[in-house]
């Protein structure tokens, strides 16, 4: 069974712009949620979506957006881009079940803010 | 809130020597318990889990007890080798409001192993 894909796996942009991420679940998987993984920070929780609706949502500005499909594929987009957004963006995919199920991480989108 | 307390590191170990690498938590409910790796330029792998009290996980020789009247789950492996190189991530996971579910993960630790 194929992995988690994300892409771009790469982005450089300015800041002001706006960058859109791209996550492709495991086959079968309903629920995907987005992380923020920086040096200072650490991994921190962006949002959960399943069946095409967001369930939870971490303590992020509203800068941060995202949604998912009827085919559970997710994307994530930041508006309004800073210099603190540099991150590596990470995807996990889950069957979206209860708190024992194991999460799937996709390799990053790594965003790099000039 | 809920939270993961990892040992610092950075963790610096010979090979074929014993590792521990200590996790605590604080949780208002009944957490499952998680130990995820990172190789250098990678996403994170799932390298073992625990999701009731006593538990022990268990993967790659690496194991850990979910305990929870110490509430910790600490990683140890008994003979280290260099490709075990990586940064480790204990981490919880809760039901929160409804049935949503999000990851709470530790600092991080890195250990590096020297042939």
């Known amino acids: 069974k194929a992995g988690v894909t994300q892409t771009p796996r790469y982005l450089i942009k300015t800041r002001g712009q706006q960058v859109t991420l791209s996550c492709s679940p495991i086959?079968?998987?309903?629920?995907v949620s987005w992380y923020q993984q920086t040096p200072g920070q650490g991994l921190q929780f962006l949002f959960e979506?399943?069946?095409?609706?967001?369930?939870n949502k971490g303590n992020f500005p509203g800068r941060f957006s995202g949604r998912q499909f009827s085919n559970s594929r997710s994307e994530m987009n930041v508006s309004t881009l800073e210099l603190g957004d540099s991150a590596l963006y990470l995807c996990?995919?889950?069957?979206?079940?209860?708190?024992?199920?194991?999460?799937?991480f996709g390799p990053g989108t790594r965003l790099l803010v000039l | 809130g809920d939270s993961v307390t990892q040992m610092e590191g950075p963790v610096t170990l010979s090979e074929e020597a014993f590792l521990t690498i200590n996790c605590t938590y604080t949780?208002?409910?009944?957490?499952?318990l998680f130990w995820y790796v990172q190789y250098p330029g990678e996403g994170l792998q799932l390298l073992l889990k625990?999701?009731?009290?006593?538990d022990k996980g268990s993967n790659k020789g690496f194991e850990a007890t979910y305990r929870k009247e110490t509430t910790s789950f600490h990683l140890e492996k008994g003979s280290v080798q260099v490709s075990d190189s990586a940064v480790y991530f204990c981490?919880?996971?809760?039901?929160?409001?409804?049935?949503?579910?999000?990851?709470?993960f530790g600092s991080g630790t890195q250990l590096t192993v020297l042939p």
């Open positions: 996990a995919s889950s069957l979206g079940g209860g708190r024992q199920e194991t999460q799937y």
């Open positions: 086959s079968g998987h309903r629920s």
């Open positions: 979506y399943f069946s095409e609706t967001q369930r």
């Open positions: 949780a208002t409910g009944y957490p499952s």
């Open positions: 625990a999701t009731k009290a006593d």
């Open positions: 981490a919880l996971s809760l039901i929160s409001s409804g049935s949503a579910r999000q990851l709470t």
